[in-house]
Nanobody, 117 residues
Framework: VQLQASGGGLVQAGGSLRLSCAAS????????MGWFRQAPGKEREFVAA????????YYKDSVKGRFTISRDNAKNTVYLQMNSLKPEDTAVYYC???????????WGQGTLVTVSS
């Protein structure tokens, strides 16, 4: 399975971005999908995840109420809508997927999000 993340960029604090992650080479609807991020000098951290049928979603506490994860199985794509962005959201964002919940076997290449104050 190949994952291709896109949608990053430079945005002012308070702004919004929508990240996309397109999957190919597998049965996307079978994959538990997640978003992670890694800020400069820090370890990679979990941001959000979504189950196969979108019945359950999970978020890092600091993004709850601001970020929304969703998926379109017909388009083999998972999204991360990010609103009310803060400078501390600046990071490279990665999408990931796996057949087992919370176990990620496949990773995208990352897309850079920079939030200016």
């Amino acid at each position: 399975v190949q994952l291709q993340a896109s949608g990053g960029g430079l945005v002012q604090a308070g702004g919004s971005l929508r990240l996309s992650c397109a999957a190919s080479g597998g049965t996307f609807s079978r994959y538990f999908m997640g978003w992670f991020r890694q800020a400069p000098g820090k370890e990679r951290e979990f941001v959000a995840a979504i189950t196969w049928t979108s019945s359950n979603v999970y978020y890092k506490d600091s993004v709850k109420g601001r970020f929304t994860i969703s998926r379109d199985n017909a388009k083999n794509t998972v999204y991360l809508q990010m609103n009310s962005l803060k400078p501390e959201d600046t990071a490279v964002y990665y999408c990931a997927g796996g057949l087992v919940p919370l176990k990620y076997d496949y990773w995208g290449q990352g897309t850079l999000v920079t939030v200016s104050s």
